[in-house]
Nanobody
Framework: QVQLVESGGGLVQAGGSLRLSCAAS????????MGWFRQAPGKDRQFVAF????????YYLDSVKGRFTISRDNAKNTAYLQMNSLKPEDTAVYYC??????????????????WGQGTQVTVSS
């Protein structure tokens, strides 16, 4: 069992930046692919970004390409989502996820075995 804890959310003006962190409870985190998802009120959970266990490959939602960067530090059992040039439409609860069969279907939420509790990101216009 792996526990994931997100942090770093908050309120920011449009054009601002935030860095989300996802801390894992176990060393086995280093072997898991990681993903970030978000869910706005009344909407389905949406894929945002993905990174393989060794950071060799990354994938992004088209609307965040060039603005968001996913990374990980396996020595710290932590993954990150750097979010720049934030827009009001980025407002959502952001979740990190790991494991499962995510390597096969990285954009599919149901492919992940472990989830964090989420952190709120609010971007004001």
């Amino acid at each position: 069992q792996v526990q994931l804890v997100e942090s770093g959310g908050g309120l920011v003006q449009a054009g601002g930046s935030l860095r989300l962190s996802c801390a894992a409870s176990r060393r086995t985190f280093t072997s898991y692919p990681m993903g970030w998802f978000r869910q706005a009120p009344g909407k389905d959970r949406q894929f945002v970004a993905f990174i393989t266990w060794n950071a060799g490959n990354t994938y992004y939602l088209d609307s965040v390409k060039g603005r968001f960067t996913i990374s990980r530090d396996n020595a710290k059992n932590t993954a990150y989502l750097q979010m720049n040039s934030l827009k009001p439409e980025d407002t959502a609860v952001y979740y990190c996820a790991a494991g499962g069969s995510a390597i096969m279907q990285p954009r599919l939420a149901s492919a992940y075995g472990y989830w964090g509790q989420g952190t709120q990101v609010t971007v004001s216009s």
